[in-house]
């Protein structure tokens, strides 16, 4: 597990300070590391939130496991399925004397996923702590000011000049499709890497002409094959605007359609093969792996990565 805590002292109320954070609407305004938060803050229900750290934008629909009146909210994420990549997310509250504000954002992670996103994690704390000096700056300034022209995001206000408004609590078609073919590439590099410690489920793999445990040679094989499936399964996150690992606009877009043509063959080649459990288990699963590729690699990008630019805000000295 890793945890990221930033603290910050605001001299402002307890009260107008959880005006600030509980004003969602507003966040695209000053908030340069969660530019977005949308739906009920009710406790047990999802909500959509939208984060930028460092170069990369990532949206979530985590779970609202607690909301205390001026003191707590925090929420659960997840990254697919549980066990890959989650995070519990607080903002915390506290009076501090002559009536400041002690303001703490924490988090705690954990997953497989978390010893190889030293990357994330650092800009995530980096953001932490540019919110929580934006929420001072926010919170510290008089009311009038905030509502004063030169503060408002010209974008924020844009409404299309004809036709419904943009549903923007609707999720996007990519990260849904994304998630669901990352949990499957998952799969495959599980099952690769057990074949690799010697699991014995040859007749499975390979064409099923080695029962059992594999030969050596062949589990060195199946090693490399794990880390191919998990590379693919960081390249279809950052395809679908979930990246946990930074990847050029180009090389994921390339990397996505190079990947639907191995699944291709590889979905011919189960159903061609000898062994039952590739013929009948294998190839309609990687058949389905392969349709959600090809809508992964072929839909628009998510409009969370079209998002505004950053704003500036002042470093943290704390």
């Known amino acids: 597990m890793k945890t990221i805590e930033r603290t910050t002292t605001i001299q402002a109320t307890p009260a107008e300070v959880w005006r600030v954070l509980t004003d969602t609407d ?3 305004q000053w908030n340069p590391f969660m530019p977005r938060l949308q739906g009920p803050l009710r406790v047990g229900e ?10 990369r934008t990532m949206t979530f629909r985590p779970t609202l496991r607690a909301f205390d009146e001026r003191k707590l909210i925090c929420w659960q994420g997840r990254l697919g ?3 890959i990549f989650d995070g519990v997310h607080s903002l915390k509250i506290e009076p501090a004397p002559a ?6 954002q924490h988090e705690a992670f954990s997953g497989v996923l978390v010893p190889m996103m030293r990357g994330v994690l650092r800009d995530t704390a980096a953001g932490f702590a540019a919110m929580n000096d934006a929420l001072r700056l926010r919170a510290e300034e008089p009311s009038t000011a905030r509502t004063s022209p030169h503060h408002l995001d010209p ?3 844009r409404q299309p000049p004809t036709g419904k408004p943009r549903d923007i609590n609707a999720p996007a078609v990519r990260p849904r499709v994304a ?3 990352a949990a499957g590439l998952l799969i495959v590099a599980a099952f690769q890497a057990a074949l690799t410690f010697g699991a014995p489920l040859g007749a499975a793999a390979q064409g099923g002409t080695n029962p059992g445990q594999l030969p050596d040679a062949l589990r060195v ?10 590379f693919a399964t960081l390249l279809v996150l950052a395809r679908g605007g979930r990246a946990v690992v930074a990847f050029p606009e180009a090389v994921s877009r390339v990397g996505t359609w190079v990947l639907v043509g191995l699944l291709g063959v590889g979905a011919l080649l189960n159903f061609a093969s000898s062994s039952p459990w590739e013929r009948f288990g294998w190839g309609p699963f990687t058949l389905l792996l392969f349709t959600l590729g090809v809508v992964l690699a072929r839909n628009p990008m998510p409009s969370a990565a079209r998002l505004p630019e950053p704003i500036r805000s002042v ?3 704390g």
């Open 99 to 104: 009536g400041a504000t002690r303001f703490t």
């Open 179 to 181: 998630i669901r073919l």
């Open 81 to 83: 399925i549980p066990g």
């Open 155 to 157: 974008a924020a206000d």
């Open 221 to 230: 094989v199946t090693g490399l094959s794990a880390i191919v499936w998990l």
């Open 315 to 317: 470093d943290d000295g």
């Open 46 to 55: 999802r909500f959509a939130v939208t984060i930028r750290p460092g170069k």
């Open 26 to 28: 507003s966040y695209g």
